[in-house]
């Protein structure tokens, strides 16, 4: 519904040809290109870097398109799935599950964490309908003070857990940072080849590759279609007869679940955990990789989740070293890629708003 | 009796009553443990003065029709610039901190024009869009503390670095120089009337703007804008009236809040300076629609007084810092309640 009708519509012939269509990609790429000439780093390590980069990182950008198709936006409350992630790991870590069975064991644990967690979640957003991405980053903020609530003052007090590698040594609380050796690179390590030098973890991106064919599939099926409905107006989809909060929810705790996964992907990669802060930049980092490749707040394909995470990593990786060659500071070269991560979610939102209102 | 306490807390609302019970709860426990009053009212006094005005600077925005401003960092910046450009020529005491004021004035005046003139290009999406913006001009800002021309050895890295140090001290400059001016101690008990004198008079200018012929057509356009665009004002221009206030306000927000710290914090600590002043004044009654000083003063008093006083009290009870956690849950679930209140509008 546009209340802001009171505005008046401006027609302007906008012709979308193929470049304009994908401007934002496009000139993401070029900057790309630009940064890997001015760095001048090792092609091989560069794409060492980068696949590894993408493969860590693919699952929780597609833990985004369920709640953009379901007219959402951008959930930036994907910090939530990471957190029930992180509980789950740190558990398997303290009962010393490990390996592939550890990872196993940790992503079926954190299923009801994130489930139970996407549930409140879709009902605070339902809520706040118009204004869901603001509110979702607010309740990432909001579950990280209960997160730290929890891994600094609950365990070891309320919650009876003593394992002193994990823990303060005051007995009270989850050390800064904890060691994954457990289920590190467990899914990486699964199936890899070579070519030319550079490892290439096949295992996990066969698991994304399999995720990208269940969404696609997902998308088909009754649920799938209703929540387009939903997302393309949901006062039409209620006319329809569709239940269009509890769709909204569903698309919630699928969104959940997945980032849950997503971040124990990206963790045994890591192997270590920062208790404090490894969730803390899941949300802004996916969401920015997503606008990076075309996506806006409604609409986001698979591909462009794809595009996006390689051209965002890309500058990512070659970012510093560019700022280096350039001006003589590393830093400008970090503050820089942390400018484009905001700048490109402050510009997207601004575009998509400017033009779902003149339309 | 029952009826009255109805009545309290319809107007106060269930989690403002929480918070004023959370306070009295540290006080008693203060008391009960030992600790005198006088000091931790004293400390409480120092914050609400410390950072009242970046709440104050949420009035503007919201009376605008603009909403709560999360972009607050905009103005925040144009205020370290402004402190940055006084260190720099080496003025001192009161005379450097009226200084800051006045570089930093006409920067936010522009900076606050241009954020305004976006935000009415987004209505709806003003405080999503409002966020990315102070986050991106904060880290912006980062490439130009790193490469920008000041040269005054106190400021720049001592050796081998290149660029601004990441905090400031401003002791040589203007740091307390509002909270020493007029203090007057009783006591055990400190009262920052220099501190509070500024406050209170930015606090009565902005009261006063509100009852100008202008700040009255930026009252009817926020409250309703296709009335007052019937009447003859223009929305967008009372709309950035209302951002420039803010973004001004929060310039001058910052030099207070630095002198009274003692440092300017630079590169990314300015980000999620915004938060606590959102939070401050939906704690005092505001909502994402109204907001008046009242609000202002009573949620900053709130607010900060439970800040201040939560590390030293809880402290003796449990051990750990519990107070930055108390800081994350307390502001974000202010933040999200008044998000999720439905206010009978939705946006589309």
């Excluded at chain 1, 198709?69 to 959930?75: E, H, K, Q, Y």
């Excluded at chain 1, 060691?179 to 295992?203: E, F, Q, S």
């Excluded at chain 2, 007057?184 to 509100?210: D, Y």
């Excluded at chain 2, 939560?310 to 994350?328: F, K, M």
């Amino acid at each position: 519904m546009k209340t802001q009708g009171a505005v008046l519509p401006r027609q302007r012939g906008i012709d979308i040809s193929l470049l304009k269509k994908n401007a934002v990609p496009l000139l993401f790429a070029a900057l790309c290109i630009l940064g890997v000439m001015v760095s001048g780093m090792d092609p091989s390590f560069l794409l060492y870097e980068i696949i590894t980069r993408f493969s860590r990182n693919s699952f929780l950008v597609l833990a985004l398109l369920i709640p953009v198709s379901a007219g959402l936006g951008l959930n930036f409350a994907i910090t939530i799935g990471a957190m029930a992630g992180q509980i789950a790991i740190v558990t398997i870590t303290h009962y010393q599950i490990k390996g592939l069975n550890g990872l196993l064991w940790a992503m079926a644990l954190s299923v009801p964490l994130a489930v139970a967690m996407g549930y409140l979640a879709g009902m605070v957003m339902n809520r706040a309908k118009g204004r869901e991405m603001i509110t979702s980053m607010i309740l990432g903020f909001f579950a990280n003070g209960l997160y730290q609530l929890l891994f600094l003052f609950l365990v070891g007090t309320v919650i009876p857990m003593k394992n002193r590698a994990m823990m303060l040594p005051e007995g009270v609380g989850l050390r800064n940072t904890v060691d994954l050796y457990g289920v590190a690179r467990a899914l990486d390590k699964l199936w890899r080849i070579n070519i030319g030098g550079i490892w290439i973890p096949m295992g996990t991106l066969l698991v994304v590759a399999l995720l990208c064919v269940v969404l696609q599939y997902f998308m088909r099926t009754r649920l799938g279609q209703e929540m387009r409905a939903v997302g393309q107006d949901r006062h039409i989809a209620e006319v329809a007869g569709i239940d269009v909060d509890r769709i909204r929810i569903i698309a919630m705790i699928f969104s959940t679940v997945l980032a849950a996964w997503g971040q124990l992907i990206f963790l045994q990669n890591i192997s270590t955990l920062n208790t404090y802060n490894s969730h803390e930049q899941v949300g802004t980092f996916a969401v920015a990789a997503l606008l990076v490749g075309g996506a806006t707040a409604t609409r986001a394909s698979i591909w462009q989740a794809l595009v996006g995470l390689l051209l965002f990593h890309t500058l990512f990786v070659v970012s510093p070293q560019a700022g280096q060659a350039l001006f003589g500071i590393p830093q400008i070269g970090e503050y820089f890629r942390v400018f484009v991560a905001y700048g490109v979610i402050a510009v997207a939102l601004a575009l998509h708003s400017w033009q779902s209102r003149s339309k | 009796m029952s009826e009255r306490f109805q009545d309290i807390r319809e107007r106060l609302g269930i989690p403002r009553l929480i918070i004023i019970g959370f306070v009295l709860l540290l006080f008693v426990t203060a008391y009960a443990t030992g600790m005198s009053i006088g000091p931790l009212v004293s400390a409480s006094l120092v914050r609400i003065g410390m950072n009242g005005i970046l709440v104050l600077a949420m009035v503007p925005t919201i009376t605008a029709g603009v909403g709560l401003n999360f972009g607050l960092s905009v103005g925040i910046l144009c205020g370290l610039v402004g402190s940055l450009i006084s260190m720099e020529l080496r003025i001192r005491g009161f005379s450097g901190f009226f200084a800051a004021i006045l570089f930093s004035m006409p920067l936010a005046v522009v900076a606050g024009w241009a954020y305004a003139k976006l935000l009415n290009k987004v209505k709806g999406q003003e405080m999503m869009v409002g966020t990315y913006v102070g986050f991106s001009m904060v880290a912006l800002m980062c490439i130009f503390w790193l490469a920008a021309p000041f040269s005054s050895p106190e400021m720049v890295w001592a050796y081998g670095g290149q660029g601004l140090r990441y905090t400031l001290t401003l002791d040589n400059y203007f740091g307390k120089v509002l909270n020493n001016f007029l203090l007057v101690s009783i006591g055990q008990w400190e009262f920052p009337l220099g501190l509070f004198g500024f406050f209170g008079l930015l606090c009565l200018l902005v009261h006063l703007f509100f009852r100008t012929k202008l700040g009255m057509a930026v009252k009817a356009a926020g409250a309703n804008p296709r009335f007052a665009e019937a009447s003859g004002i223009d929305p967008d221009r009372t709309r950035t009236m209302g951002v420039i206030m803010s973004t001004v306000l929060g310039a001058i927000g910052i030099i207070v809040y630095a002198q009274s710290y003692g440092f300017l914090q630079l590169y990314m600590a300015p980000q999620m300076m915004g938060f606590p002043a959102i939070a401050a004044i939906l704690i005092g009654g505001a909502n994402l629609r109204d907001a008046r000083i009242p609000h202002v003063l009573l949620g900053t008093a709130l607010f900060q007084t439970l800040l201040t006083i939560a590390l030293p009290v809880t402290s003796r009870v449990i051990e750990g810092d519990i107070s930055e956690v108390a800081r994350l849950i307390i502001s974000n679930g202010m933040i999200l309640y008044a998000l999720t209140r439905r206010d009978g509008r939705e946006v589309a």
